[in-house]
Structure formats: C-alpha cells, structure tokens
C-alpha cells in the first residue's frame, strides 16, 4: 500500500523558535495533502489543505502565518510551525491522497510528528 | 460544524463478543465512508470503507454497514480481539473533498 513518512517523529523547542515538519509520500504522487492536529482524547482536525505548486487553504481559526505550508513538490509538503508556544503543543499528523489515482478517495496518513513547545 | 459524529467516546467489550461502533453524519453529499483504526502516538490506518452505492463492506471480522436515509454507518468486528482495542475513527467525503472525521470512539478489549 501507499506509504507516507512523517520527519521528525518526535520534537521539542523553545518557545519563540520555528519547527519545520516534513510530510512525504514515497511510492505516490501526493496531488493533495492535508495537515491534520489532535489534541489529547480528541478527533483529527484539519488545519489545511495543499496541492503541489498552489497556496494551502486554511480551515477557519487556523493562522496561516503561524503555520505555514509548502507543497514544493509531488511527493513533499512541510508545515512550519513559527514562533512556537506551549499552546502549539499537540500531535501534528499529515495525509497524502492522488487524485488522478485509482482511489482518489484514499488518504494515507503519516505517522505523526509529537510537538512539544517547552 | 461537525458534520460526522461519534456519540459514544469509549466502548468496552468482552474478547469473542461482537463491537458495534456507530457514526452518524449530517452532509447529503457525503457519498464514501472509512473507518481508520488510531493506536496512540501513532497516525490513523485505514480499516475499511464503504461506497454510499453500497448498504454493506465485509472484510474478514470488520463489517461497516450504511443506512443513507438514517445518515447512519457502523462497524462491527466480530469476534472482537484484545489487539483491536483502539480509537476509532469514522470519516466521510464526497470526491476529491476534504475528508471529515468524527470524535472517535476509544474501544477497549478485555481478555
């Protein structure tokens, strides 16, 4: 099945630094990809929505220039939490979908990268 | 505006009895459901899913079941395993649509 990777699994900072994850899907072209957040005993919640080469559509309450997300390529998108707080806190996980696939319906989820803002 | 709903948070069941996990949706243009299956710390793998042509998915203990005039879909693996105790995710989306997942149930299998 579809594979897609999530870097770093794990990662702590400072409060006011900037912490870059990457998302890549690496047996399929990810035409879309999503960036999902939990919260502790709560559902995913889509942060955005990106297709390679164009801006990412932001969920309503979702700062765009706090998390910014690149999709460069077809099989690479990064969000880049900026300025990090505690509140920023959360397990960040991403989905990749093709949609010129035979099921364009599919995500396929990362691992999930745990963000830790000290 | 939470479009797919899980009212149960958490479920237990005995090993060998079936799980019956429940979701409920309120878009019409919802026309494909999964369920992903979420170990903690760890991303959502796919389960299973139904098309909204269909009213049943069987695969091996997992069955979903779609009742579209109730906006209503369940899972049921039988006979349940201490190995399936997760959370549960239902989600929905309508082609190439953002998908849209409920709150999820915690299903807890006890030996």
Known sequence: GAVVSQHPSRVICKSGTSVKIECRSLDFQATTMFWYRQFPKQSLMLMATSNEGSKATYEQGVEKDKFLINHASLTLSTLTVTSAHPEDSSFYICSARDDWGASSYEQYFGPGTRLTVT | ?111
């Open chain 2, 1 to 111: 505006d939470q479009q797919v709903k899980q009212n149960s948070p958490s479920l237990s069941v005995q090993e060998g009895r079936i799980s019956i996990l429940n979701c409920d949706y309120t878009n019409s243009m919802f026309d494909y459901f999964l369920w992903y299956k979420k170990y903690p710390a760890e991303g959502p793998t796919f389960l299973i899913s139904i098309s909204s042509i269909k009213d049943k998915n069987e695969d091996g203990r997992f069955t979903v079941f779609l009742n579209k005039s109730a906006k209503h879909l369940s899972l049921h693996i039988v006979p349940s395993q201490p190995g399936d105790s997760a959370v549960y995710f239902c989600a929905a989306s309508a082609l190439n649509n953002d998908m849209r997942f409920g709150a999820g149930t915690r299903l807890t299998v006890k030996p």
